[in-house]
């Protein structure tokens, strides 16, 4: 199952509540949620510990818009928006967390 996320995790609960619940799939970070997956952000501990059991991908163009796209934590895929589609059509399920 692909996961996806939007808000960042210190507006939102939705980062910890998918981390919490779910043990394997994907997650893609999309919009405000991209800065968790950045170096020193509050929430990179809890993506560093997901990686070790799912995939975590962000979308690269909201990195790149918001200006840390060379922050990036390492284990962590970024892709473009065909990549986004690529993921869509590879799992058969997505849920996104509000």
């Known amino acids: 199952m692909l996961h996806i996320i939007n808000k960042s995790p210190l507006e939102r609960t939705a980062l910890a509540s998918c981390l919490r619940t779910v043990s394997e799939g994907a ?3 999309i919009e405000d ?4 997956a950045t170096q020193g952000h509050a929430a990179s501990a809890q993506i560093v510990a997901a990686l070790g059991c799912m995939k975590v991908y ?3 163009p909201d990195l790149e818009a918001r200006g840390v796209g060379d922050r990036l934590l390492e284990g ?3 892709v473009d928006y065909g990549g986004f589609v690529d993921l869509v059509a590879e799992h058969p399920n997505c849920q996104s967390w509000l």
Do not use: F, H
């Not at 949620?33 to 968790?36: K, T």
């Open 58 to 60: 962000v979308l690269r």
């Open 76 to 78: 962590v895929e970024g």
């Open 33 to 36: 949620a991209v800065y968790a």
């Open 27 to 29: 997650i893609l970070l």
